[in-house]
């Protein structure tokens, strides 16, 4: 991480340029040097003396409203607006009182604007230029959160240790800071120093419910199976008062369950998954649950009834071969035999050979590897779109409040900027939807490098299914 002392003496606005270059300069090369020759053009059209005759207490006033409404921008979560008033700031109001308050603000919007280097950048500049600032807990936060979306981890818990170290009337920094530390150290696999800092965090605060059940999951990872269902079990009995707190309960259901079905506490198993939300991320793990359990009990009935909804809503997912393969097995001893040899059917037409995997997830891999660098690519060029987007400051307020030769050019940086942000949302889109795509081929690698061999067994059904079925005629039924 490059250290805020190399900001030395240059302006806050330039720090944060400087801070997104040095982001660009550090990625793979870039074949279109024009993009940078632009940014230089854009620098041109801004004066480069940003002197005014105003006094120091005008100057004051000014800015304080522009830092007004850069506050409640950052409170309606428009982060991206809320960046451009304190960077305007900032530039033109270099001796403004709050300014301690401006590099914070802006640290956690470009976090939100998922600009995470530059962000630790601002955060550092204000705690090594803003030292007695009672912002600096707040900042640490920033840092600690910026590290943790890095899967910096130590880094992360090294700015989680000094801020314990802050005034305990921190408070509300301070549950969340051991929130994202427990985190941390059950990613490093520290299991027993994420349970007792998870331990610390305050049961009126918002962080509670994620970390008791990531508390549950770090004894449930120390083999401790008793005391990880005591966990779970404490948080289904949490009143559901938010969607965040439904998820995260029917997340416990989710692992309950499974716990008691590997337990052979099958009727436990199944009053947890059925409780699960239809609304939850994973709620076709729940109905594949269900379906195992009800198998393992022999009611066939239900086999069939909760598997076929699964194949019903969920079609195309990773666990549509699988549920096939149950269903087949139910209709099997219910004696409905044709309709056994089309699930075991589907399977064999839609799903691949075990011994064809290989060269399937070769293609996938590389299509991964594909996808990731066209990622890279778009992120510097989103990164370089958002530099000159910042050395393009809108120009707002009433024109008594600018300076009289930025008035000159409003029109003329008004016009560039709408055609840089339409460029940029729509560069933020097809990354957005790139993401999305390797989110869902990771996925797929890793499912089909775990998975059974679901067809093998499919053929072995269709034969028994035909065996037992040509038995059923000879016997008259």
Known sequence: MLSS??????????????????????????????????????????????????????????????????VRLFKREEYWNCAQEFIIIMDFFPQFSKMDKVVNYLGHCLFQEELTLASIRMFNYLLKNYRNSKHIPDALLGLERAFYQQNDYKQALRVYYAIIKKPARYKNILDEARYIAGKCHYHLKNYDISVSIFKKVDNHSKFYDSALYTMALSYLKKSNV???????????????????????????????????????????????????SPEHEHYQDALLGLGWAYLKLEDYNNVIKYLNNLTKEFPNTANAEESYFLLGQAYIYQGQYDESLKAYKTIVDLYPEKKNMPGLLLKVNNSLRQENNRVEELKVKIL??????????????????????????????????????????????????????????????????????????????????????????????
């Open 226 to 276: 008793a005391v990880a269902v005591d966990y779970f079990q404490k948080i289904i009995s949490l009143p559901i008062i938010n969607g965040e707190r439904r998820d995260i309960v029917d997340n416990a259901r989710l692992t309950l369950g499974l716990i008691y079905y590997e337990l052979n506490s099958f009727q436990a198993a199944i009053y947890q998954l059925s409780k699960i």
């Open 384 to 477: 370089v779109e958002e530099t000159k987007l910042l050395d393009a400051m809108p120009l707002v307020g009433p024109g008594k409040e600018i300076p009289r030769y930025l008035i000159n050019k409003k029109k003329e940086l008004k016009d560039f900027r709408e055609k840089m942000i339409a460029n940029l949302l729509n560069e933020r889109d097809h990354l957005l939807f790139m993401k999305k795509n390797i989110d869902e081929l990771t996925k797929l690698v890793e499912r089909k490098e775990l998975r059974k061999d679901w067809r093998s067994f499919a053929e072995y059904g269709i034969s028994r299914a035909l065996f037992l079925k040509e038995m059923s005629v000879l016997r008259g039924n």
């Open 5 to 70: 002392k190399y900001f030395g003496n240059i302006s806050l606005k330039k720090a944060v340029f400087l801070s997104l270059s040095i982001i660009i300069m550090f990625q793979p090369a870039i074949s279109d040097v024009s993009v940078f020759a632009k940014t230089k053009r854009v620098s041109a059209i801004l004066p480069t003396s940003r002197q005014d005759t105003r006094s120091d207490k005008e100057m004051e006033v000014l800015a304080n409203k522009i830092y007004d409404r850069g």
